[in-house]
C-alpha cells in the first residue's frame, strides 16, 4: 500500500470524527436530541463498510483505490467516532 493510499484514508478517518462531532453540536444547538440508538447504527455501517472495503480489496484493481480509500476510511473514521463518544 502507496504512502498516499494511508495518507487518503489517515484523512478521512481522521476527519470523520470531526464532522460527526460538529453535526451533534449543530443538532443540540438547534434543539433536537440525538436520535436513541445512534451509536449502534453507526457501528453497524462502519461493519458494513469494512466488509465492503474487504470486497474491493481483493476483488477491485488499481483503478478503484480512490473507492476502496473511501471505503476504509470510513468504517476506520466509524470505530474512532464510537471509540470517541464512549471515552
Do not use: C, H
Amino acid at each position: 500500500m502507496s504512502a498516499a493510499r494511508l495518507l487518503r484514508i489517515a484523512a478521512i478517518a481522521i476527519v470523520l470524527p470531526f464532522a460527526f462531532e460538529l453535526s451533534r453540536r449543530v443538532s443540540a444547538a438547534s434543539g433536537n436530541e440525538p436520535a436513541p440508538g445512534l451509536m449502534w447504527a453507526l457501528g453497524a455501517i462502519s461493519i458494513l463498510f469494512f466488509l465492503r472495503a474487504l470486497a474491493t480489496e481483493y476483488g477491485g484493481g488499481p483503478e478503484a483505490n480512490l473507492q476502496k480509500d473511501l471505503q476504509w476510511g470510513i468504517a476506520i473514521g466509524g470505530v474512532l467516532t464510537i471509540l470517541s463518544r464512549l471515552l
